[in-house]
């Protein structure tokens, strides 16, 4: 293995002068940093990232803790954020919870102990009390969620209009019996997502039904059952309005797999716009989210902090908009 010391040699210079060089020590003229990370990658010289930690040398990592990658929502985010922090020369390490506040707390006990430059997480629905501990000894900020208890910096989405929108537009169609299926309130996004649809529901000067089912957002089986159970009902919804992603890939997998018209049998509201909605059925009407340009300004405003050793105790919010993309998937309640 090529150390230090081997370059130190070709070059004829101290240890010190090439490890000074590999660190861009502003000690260092420009010209021997050339020097030096040319003998570098001559021999194949690569860094003890290991070492340079136990000295206290800050690494390049940032850590992004998400609750589940199959969820395309994370998924864009970890690739927005890769790439906005790799023109930077940082390195992001993914780490998934599945929203368990143990394995949540674990990851983050991990991250700061190899001395990572910071970590951005999408918090479970309850934190443990020693994230917050932990957290507090390296720079971090919430994305998409918010949790109190872990600090007031946050960039996320404005569910609450999400679902307003959407069960104001269900409504325009002359719906009266509407079902809403989405996470639990224990998450703050799934408490501001059903907030938004009863809100909207109270604006109407019509008697209006509603159903709620309300689970695990990241469950499509979830978003399955649901559907059988409203489906069931003597007196079953005309209209669905989904508040989750995983949620709206069951739904559509179920209406699928009982051959109901859509919407003729029922009027579907999607939640997240998939590469394949516009294209399932009549064209899925839905709730397009900004993830991939909130996880980059995340990103941007983050880095920016860290070169610049900004407070990252100051309390700061910003709040992306959704859009509800209009498709064949909702229209007036059948008459039959």
Partial sequence: MVTIKDIAAILQVSPSTVGRALADDRRISAEMKRKVNEAATQVGYVANQAARMMRGVESNLVGLIVPDIRNS?????????????????????????DDDRMLELRHIKELTSVNVTGIILVPSAKPHPDSARFLKMTPHIQLLRKQQLLGEQWFGIDDRR?????????LSEGHRRIAY???????????????????????????????EELGAPSSPEFGREAVRRLLSLKERPTA???????????VIDEIQDQALNVPR??????????????????????????VSQLATACGLWFLHHLQNKGDLDTPYSFISPPQLIIRGSTAAPSSR
């Fill in 73 to 97: 929502f994370y998924s864009t985010i970890a690739h927005a954020l890769s790439r906005c922090l790799l023109s930077a020369n940082y390195q992001l390490t993914l780490c998934e919870t």
């Fill in 162 to 170: 999400a679902l307003y929108e959407s069960t104001m537009h269900i």
């Fill in 181 to 211: 299926i989405g996470g639990t309130e224990v998450l703050p996004t799934g408490a501001a997502r059903v907030q938004g649809f009863r809100e909207a529901v109270k604006t109407s000067s019509h008697q209006i039904d509603i159903y």
């Fill in 240 to 250: 669905l309005v989904i508040g989750a992603v995983q949620n709206t890939s069951g």
């Fill in 265 to 290: 049998d029922i009027s579907v509201v999607g939640f997240g716009d998939e590469l394949g909605y516009r294209w399932w059925g009549p064209g899925l009407t839905t709730v397009q989210l900004p």
